[in-house]
């Protein structure tokens, strides 16, 4: 991609945002200037860049994912026909020297310097479609309702333990529990109505939840992490982001220690894949086979369960890529064995 000429640096808040624009690392061309964080603001913004002449095609945005602070001005910008790139703020901040001055102004001529220094691994942003990001939001809110379910059950459960009884308190609490119970129900007919809606998408998971242990949780998941199964279907990156392979960390000969998988990563993806892989342990003949073999040659068994998960998820992107279910027994041939035959 060719190299733009302005690079827009937005920092986001709440309520406003501040944009810089730049020609070089650490000088600003125009800016830093406030604007409001609404539609208002986004159309101030547009003025600003053509009182500057920043013309499409000219410039690169770049802004921190801050989760729904910086939606609706990637939505507004991407619709206008600009390109932006929204960075993880960990990567930004680990690009520059943190002993200085720390504000808005500094932030948004420093998100323009990354994008300048760091423009060829830059990706552009693009919103997802309105059904995978609508199943996101209905699974994000489901898994609030599973911790609220949670937390008031073991509440109940306490105060059923008291020796002095409040029938109030317990009636509340068992109401609260069931009402979650119903909520959770009607998310989960409505990702399933939703899916069923677009033919795309049922076909897809129809090839995810063929293979064992996956249903609609874990496949509708992976949907949302894949874009609708059309991106990330590497296993290799995707079990990396997950966190669930493990990292050498290793320097000389004072640093040695076991490759550990990391504890970052989307937790919920993360816990259904090792659920998934527990049912498959307990239920599936070869999974079984195979954590029975690892274990008595002397692995642990956290470690099978999780080389269980990547064995899994490697099926799972190989189904959607090869676009063909889940066949049991299924054994790969080499093509030079078709060849001699």
């Known amino acids: 991609m060719k190299r733009p000429r302005f690079y827009i640096g937005i920092d986001i808040a709440a309520e406003s945002f ?23 603001g986004f159309q101030k913004l547009l003025e600003w860049f053509e009182k500057d002449e920043i013309h499409l095609g000219t410039n690169i945005i770049c802004m921190e994912a801050t989760g729904v602070y910086g939606e609706r001005l990637c939505y507004f910008l991407e ?21 200085g001055h720390k504000n808005d102004a500094v932030d948004s001529l420093q998100i323009a310097e990354y ?55 317990n009636e509340t609490l068992k109401e609260t529990v069931e009402k979650l119970e119903e909520n959770i129900a009607v998310i989960e007919r409505e990702i399933e109505g939703l899916i069923k809606q677009d033919p795309k998408l049922q076909h897809g998971m129809n090839i995810t939840v063929s293979a064992p242990g996956v249903g609609l949780l874990l496949g ?14 590497n296993h290799k990156r995707l079990a990396s982001y997950l966190r669930i392979c493990p990292f050498e960390r290793q320097s000389g000969t004072s640093v040695v220690s076991k490759a550990r998988s990391k504890p970052h990563g989307p937790s919920i993806v993360r816990k259904l894949l090792y659920l998934a892989a527990l049912s498959l342990r307990s239920h599936n003949p070869q999974f079984k086979k195979y954590f029975l073999r690892k274990c008595k040659e002397g692995k642990s068994k956290r470690l099978v369960i999780n ?35």
Not at 129 to 137: A, C, G, L, S
Not at 308 to 316: P, Q, T
Not at 324 to 338: A, C, F, G, R, V
Request: glycine letters at 4%; a positive charge; aromatic letters at 8%.
């Open 115 to 169: 994008a300048y220094r760091f423009f060829d691994e830059l990706v552009g942003w693009k919103p997802r479609e309105e059904t995978v990001e609508q199943i996101k939001t209905l699974l994000s809110t489901r898994e609030l309702f599973v911790r609220q379910k949670t937390a008031n059950s073991n509440a109940l459960k306490a105060l059923k333990r008291k020796q002095i009884q409040t029938p109030l308190a």
């Open 18 to 40: 501040t944009a810089t624009i730049s020609t070089e690392p650490g000088k600003a061309f125009a800016g830093p200037k406030a604007f409001d964080n609404n539609i208002v």
């Open 307 to 341: 080389n269980i998960e990547n064995r899994l998820l490697k099926v799972i992107c190989a189904m959607i890529r090869d676009d063909k279910p889940y066949i049991e027994n299924y054994q790969s041939m080499h093509p030079m064995t078709l060849n001699i035959a």
């Open 220 to 233: 509708s998941h992976l949907l949302v992490l894949t874009d609708g199964f059309t991106r990330n279907l």
């Open 79 to 99: 619709a206008k026909g600009y390109k932006i790139s929204v960075e993880h703020p960990l990567k930004v901040k680990r690009a520059f020297d943190q002993s």
